[in-house]
């Protein structure tokens, strides 16, 4: 390859779901070395395997990338020159490969039923269809040319199969890892071309990475065993003047640090793995993301970028275009990368302080309206996420907080202030609520002031004063500076509450 080529790197996942969060980092590195060397970033949808095809996960990978801003110069959407960029829609591309494969020799057809290959897995577990034992095996090499093109002439269901040699080592550059070596004896003949005529992923990522021009391949740790078949692959083609440089990415991690953090962990540990809300169109099971818990897209890249990556100094905080200008394969690291979910809260709660809250509105809007509520003013919904913001790590802990800004209390921390009530206490409130409704200018300062000169004037403590105030106005022993809600609920609505609760304490 020469080093003037114009990058072209591609995210290829396979629709069989929603996007785990190291799917989003591999589209995200990929995304940031293309922008950063003025080259295309491209989607692919590997869906080959049609029994693992998912309905809707190819649209929600897109909306992932869209809503992560990442969206791709070239893909199935919006189709660039080297399409289609759906490989069930370029089936008819592979064949000739798979054939000139056969042709020089480094293939060969399997007629192989799948029940005859059961039964050999069944009385040897660790049965592999490879050197070893392809020439007792049901295929071209043993059959000879005659028979295998009767055979194939007859219609008969066969497979196209690599034949991997017995004693090579395939040596490939990782541009992370360095040079990886691979004993050819160890791997198995894949099959290529299936029965259907689909080519397998080993074949089509072969044959598309040639075929769109793509220089780099960046890709997650777990493909690594994968690639001495690629590398076979790309010099049995002839291509090896033009194979990508490898990139395979660091795993991402259990929070434990062991294995591969899944689905399930999140599940079971109580934290988003998927980067938007799945649900299953089979079971209608929901698996929550992160957009819809409340993280912000910002945020989700920036904790994405920094598993695995780092620009050597203590920043934390990087803007897209900061990560775009700092990433380079250089600082990516070979090890894994723990998930952390209180780092993840962090960087959201880090770019909340940073974010115009006018531009969280429509996020906001969503979550009042999701809790039965219209925001009435615009304005107000500012305000009251203003006064709370501090408190709030994700949006969607936006309502728990700031509920009683939209509607009463429904219930009373009643333990907090029963056992230390007195009729002092409410003539004192009584007294409180009828010189509030006339109190004018309505502003914290001033009802603050007026509540201590009152408090004073009684004999009682003002800070055994203040608690109750807060459980009328809020319900429970938490929120921002009372008097601070008081203005915000207005006058009415703060006397109209203290009555409320001064009810329930008679
Ligand atoms: N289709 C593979 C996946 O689902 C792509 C692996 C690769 O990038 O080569 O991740």
Redesign the pocket.
């Known amino acids: 390859m020469t080093e003037d080529k114009k990058v072209r790197v591609r995210f290829?996942?396979?629709p069989t779901g929603g996007l785990h969060l190291g799917g989003v980092r591999t589209a995200l590195f990929n995304y940031l070395y293309a922008k950063k060397y003025g080259g295309d970033f491209l989607l692919r949808i590997?869906d080959t395997d049609q029994t693992r095809y998912v309905l809707g996960a190819e649209e929600y990978i897109t909306d992932c990338l869209k809503w992560c801003g990442i969206s791709p110069d070239e893909s199935p959407e919006k189709p660039g020159a080297y399409g289609p960029y759906r490989q069930s829609e370029r089936k008819a591309i592979y064949r000739q490969y798979a054939e000139q494969l056969v042709a020089a020799g480094y293939a060969y057809y399997a007629f192989d039923t799948p029940e005859e290959l059961e039964s050999q897995r069944s009385t040897s577990p660790n049965f592999k269809y490879n050197h070893e034992n392809r020439d007792k095996l049901n295929n071209s090499l043993r059959l000879g040319a005659a028979e295998t093109q009767a055979l194939v002439g007859s219609g008969i269901p066969h497979v196209i199969r690599i034949k991997v040699p017995s004693d090579e080592t395939v040596n490939l550059q990782d541009e992370i890892r360095g040079n990886v070596s691979f004993e050819t004896s160890l791997v198995d003949d894949k099959v290529l071309l299936k029965a259907d005529g689909m080519p397998t992923?080993h074949l089509a990522?072969v044959v598309d990475d040639y075929l769109m021009k793509i220089t780099h391949?960046f890709?997650g740790e777990e493909?690594l065993p994968s690639a001495p078949v690629h590398v076979l692959l790309w010099e049995y083609l002839g291509w090896s003047d033009q194979m990508p440089k490898w990139v395979h990415l660091p795993l991402i991690l259990k929070p434990d640090g062991h294995g591969k953090l899944s689905k399930r962990d999140g599940a079971r540990l109580g934290f988003p793995v998927y980067a938007m809300n799945w649900t299953d169109p089979k079971t209608g099971e929901l698996t929550e993301g992160f957009r819809e818990l409340g993280y912000l897209p910002e945020a989700f890249i920036n904790m994405l970028a920094l598993l695995g990556w780092n620009d050597g100094t203590e920043q934390e905080l990087f803007t897209l275009k900061e990560l775009i200008s700092k990433f380079d394969l250089d600082r990516v690291s070979k090890a894994g990368a723990k998930f952390d979910i209180e780092k993840a809260r962090w960087f959201n709660h880090e770019w909340l302080k940073q974010k115009a809250d006018m531009d969280l509105l429509p996020e906001l809007k969503a979550i009042l309206a999701t809790n039965g509520h219209l925001a009435k003013d615009d304005a107000y919904l500012l305000k009251v996420f203003g006064l709370l913001k501090d408190r709030i790590v994700i949006l969607s802990e936006f309502w728990q907080q700031a509920s009683y800004f939209f509607s009463p209390p429904v219930q009373y921390d009643l333990a907090a202030v029963k056992p230390k009530w007195s009729l002092e206490k409410t003539a004192f409130y009584t007294e409180l609520a009828e010189r509030l409704s006339s109190f004018d200018p309505w502003h914290a300062g001033e009802i603050e002031h007026f509540f201590k000169l009152s408090a004073e004037s009684t004999g009682l403590k003002p800070g055994e004063l203040m608690l109750p105030l807060r459980i009328m106005l809020v319900g429970g022993k938490f929120g921002p500076h009372v008097f601070d809600i008081a203005e915000l609920l207005g006058r009415e609505e703060t006397v109209r509450r203290i009555h409320q609760l001064l009810e329930q304490l008679q």
Request: aromatic share 22%.
């Open positions: 290829a996942p396979s590997e992923y990522v391949v890709r493909w």
